[in-house]
């Protein structure tokens, strides 16, 4: 995959004076630090700085002759745009950190891309396994992960008990209301009594894992198979590898854009 040019010149500006500039939760994000929101967030809690200067609301714009900081760190934008499909083993953990030393997904690939900042777009809990992105675009992340982008991920669900059909009827036509939140199943295919395969298009916080305790049914594998176009394929328990541009466009398009 070739570098990505960024050309200020061509971006959106709002007066003469904004030519060559960008707003700083955008180039937050484009130095690998997460999607645009999560930079956003990063500003509100005062720990980023412009040119020496504590930056707390989100909007400004900045240079590439600006020197940005977060908790005293330079950062820079990242010219090399990273996607990794990684085949997430149980026991490892979707962070960047974990006080109790457990394992972390980035551990897997860190030796090859240790030196980009890499985040997770989307999760898995800890006790499942399954497909996951890592990438340091934050356009591409806000795709996979917001529903409005109509990106469908499918898992297969191995449970101990029988699989009720029509409760899982009525979760994907009614949908289920669980302390106060709506889950809506989009589709599904039943493989055995105790083996259920479940597409859902915005899968909230351990969305399944929530309705089949509703449901009274204790779940014993959860994976994740399929994110939009992508498959595990290929990979093997632990593995990791790069997408394949068209992999990437099929992401991208879904905003007009494409990998350069």
Same mark, same amino acid.
């Not at 330079?74 to 010219?79: G, I, S």
């Not at 690939?109 to 240790?114: A, V």
């Not at 351990?206 to 394929?233: A, D, P, S, Y």
């Given at each position: 995959m070739r570098l990505m040019k960024i050309d200020f010149k061509s971006m959106k &500006?709002?007066?003469?004076?904004?030519?060559?500039?960008?707003?700083? =939760?955008?180039?937050?994000?484009?130095?690998?630090?997460?999607?645009?929101r999560k930079c956003e967030l990063i500003i509100s809690r005062g720990i980023v700085t412009v040119n020496n200067r504590t930056i707390v609301k989100p909007g400004i714009r900045v240079s590439l002759n600006?020197?940005?900081?977060?908790?005293?760190?330079?950062?820079?934008?990242?010219?090399?745009?990273?996607? #990794?499909?990684? %085949?997430k083993p149980t026991g490892y953990l979707c962070s960047n950190y974990d006080a109790f030393g457990r394992n972390l997904v980035k551990d897997l690939?860190?030796?090859?891309?240790?030196?980009?900042? #890499?985040?997770?777009?989307?999760r898995l809990d800890y006790n499942s396994s399954g497909l996951i992105f890592y990438t340091n675009d934050g356009n591409f992340?806000?795709?996979?992960?917001?529903?409005?982008? @109509?990106?469908?991920?499918? +898992?297969?669900? &191995?449970?101990? =008990?029988?699989?009720?059909? $029509?409760?899982?009827?009525? +979760?994907?036509?009614?949908?289920?209301?669980?302390?106060?939140?709506?889950?809506? #199943?989009? $589709? +599904?295919?039943?493989?055995?009594?105790?083996?259920i395969s479940l597409t859902l298009n915005e899968g909230k916080?351990? /969305?399944?894992?929530?309705?089949?305790?509703?449901? @009274?049914?204790?779940?014993?594998? #959860? /994976?994740?198979?399929?994110?939009?176009?992508?498959?595990?394929?290929?990979?093997? %328990?632990? /593995?990791?590898?790069r997408l394949t541009s068209a992999e990437v466009d099929w992401f991208l398009k879904k905003t007009g854009s494409k990998v350069k």
């Open positions: &500006k709002e007066n003469d004076t904004n030519e060559h500039t960008i707003k700083l =939760q955008k180039y937050l994000s484009m130095s690998g630090l997460g999607s645009r600006d020197t940005v900081k977060v908790n005293n760190k330079a950062v820079k934008l990242e010219r090399e745009k990273i996607y #990794l499909a990684v %085949y690939f860190f030796e090859q891309y240790g030196r980009y900042n #890499l985040y997770h777009a989307g992340a806000n795709i996979v992960m917001h529903p409005s982008f @109509g990106v469908k991920k499918m +898992y297969i669900v &191995k449970t101990v =008990q029988k699989i009720d059909k $029509d409760k899982i009827e009525h +979760y994907r036509k009614e949908g289920l209301s669980i302390k106060g939140i709506k889950y809506i #199943l989009d $589709d +599904y295919k039943i493989i055995s009594s105790k083996k916080n351990r /969305e399944i894992r929530k309705v089949f305790n509703h449901f @009274g049914i204790k779940i014993e594998k #959860l /994976e994740r198979v399929r994110i939009g176009n992508t498959g595990l394929e290929g990979l093997k %328990y632990g /593995e990791y590898r």
